[in-house]
């Protein structure tokens, strides 16, 4: 039955839209990131996007993992997560994430990760 692939438009429940390009034959896949959310004053950039997915072919429903490297703070988040097809047939990606900002020093490192959960569904 219908596999779920990881490219092409994706849209979270933060409002977060992201795009991510062919999964190559090794798995592999960049993109960009359009957060709808920051933890900072600044202006929100278009970031990119690199991971990887299980082996293509194989899979149904790949695992897969994606680091974004923010361009408008010293920051970077990894997604992990997995790609499922719902009920009605649908894709769904279920992911969790770590941020890690920059701290000035190695007494502020326990404060410096946040963890989180994200739901991903494609945009039409
Ligand atoms: O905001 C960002 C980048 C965008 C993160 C968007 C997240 S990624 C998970 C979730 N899913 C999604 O779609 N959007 C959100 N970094 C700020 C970190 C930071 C915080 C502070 N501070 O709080 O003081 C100071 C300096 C800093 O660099």
Redesign the pocket.
């Given at each position: 039955d219908k596999k779920c692939v990881l490219s092409g438009s994706w849209r979270?429940e933060?409002g977060?839209n992201m795009t991510i390009s062919a999964v190559n034959a090794e798995g592999g896949f960049s993109g960009s990131y359009l957060?709808?959310?920051?933890?900072?004053n600044k202006r929100i950039l278009v970031s990119p996007l690199k991971g990887s997915q299980n082996h293509k072919s194989q899979r149904k429903q790949p695992t897969f993992g994606f680091t974004?490297s923010?361009t408008f703070?010293?920051?970077v988040?990894v997604f992990v997560g997995q790609c499922f097809m719902d009920d009605n047939g649908e894709e769904i990606l279920k992911t969790m994430?770590l941020?890690r900002?920059?701290v000035r020093s190695p007494g502020a490192d326990w404060k410096a990760t946040r963890v989180?959960t994200?739901v991903f569904t494609r945009i039409k």
């Open positions: 979270n933060l977060s957060t709808a959310v920051t933890a900072t974004v923010w703070s010293n920051s988040t994430w941020l900002q920059e989180g994200n």
